[in-house]
């Protein structure tokens, strides 16, 4: 995995507790030598900075997801609530503030690897057998891989997260605030903006149009739900 920080000692300390927890950790110390590394490398999940010299986290992580899905978690300052909400909506798949604990930095890192491999095993369970179709939409839960009108549709970690979770309960409307909780988790406390910018990445993907989906609707009053086809 690749280590975006310019903080070197931020940066070392994060690679010996990951090289601790099992990880090959490469470290990048700007976002010019970040994209280049992940061009090359194909790392396997990405610890991002915000605050780099040349080209700054935000952009990185724009232009990596541009053509990749690869797991981004974001390492944001304390206090700037826009830089967590921009992240997210630029794809990263998770963020933690600084400052951190390493503990808490490698709990994350391996539940986003978890959720990324989660179907690669096979391990799936009886109920997820072959492809759900829904109109122009397959998905297939145990091998992660939704396809529109057979085109492969790449996801984040996050977006395929919510898109099984509303799929699996098809027909049935949610709040932000349950699809907070039941998808992200633990950490998101009260920022169901994350939901709203997840939903959007979404439709753009699978909607033919965006702005009138027909998957993924608004439940006035509610929240979302997946149609019921
Ligand atoms: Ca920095």
Redesign the pocket.
């Known amino acids: 995995m690749l280590v975006v920080?310019?903080?070197k000692p931020?940066a070392e300390i994060l690679k010996y507790h990951l090289e601790r927890s099992g990880y090959v950790v490469n470290i990048a110390f700007n976002g010019e030598d970040a994209l280049e590394r992940v061009a090359r490398d194909n790392p396997d999940l990405i610890l991002l900075?915000?605050?780099?010299p040349k080209i700054d986290?935000l952009t990185v992580c724009r232009q990596i997801r541009a053509h990749s899905t690869v797991p981004i978690l974001m390492?944001t300052a304390k206090h700037e609530e826009t830089d967590k909400v921009q992240g997210l909506e630029f794809g990263a798949d998770d963020y933690v503030t600084k400052p951190f604990s390493p503990r808490e930095v490698v709990a994350r890192v391996r539940a986003l690897l978890r959720r990324t491999h989660a179907g690669n095993n096979g391990s799936n369970g009886n109920d997820n057998n072959g492809a759900l179709q829904c109109g122009e939409v397959t998905i297939d839960l145990a091998v992660r891989e939704v396809r529109k009108n057979n085109q492969p549709v790449p996801l984040t970690v996050r977006e395929f997260e919510l898109l099984k979770y509303l799929v699996l309960r098809r027909g049935q409307p949610f709040t932000r605030e349950a699809l907070l909780e039941d998808v992200w988790g633990y950490e998101y406390y009260g920022d169901i903006r994350t939901v709203d910018v997840t939903v959007r990445r979404l439709r753009e993907k699978v909607e033919d149009d965006p702005s009138n989906p027909q998957y993924i609707l608004t439940k006035r009053g509610v929240g979302y739900m997946f149609r019921q086809f």
């Open positions: 920080e310019d903080e931020i900075d915000i605050m780099l986290g390492l």
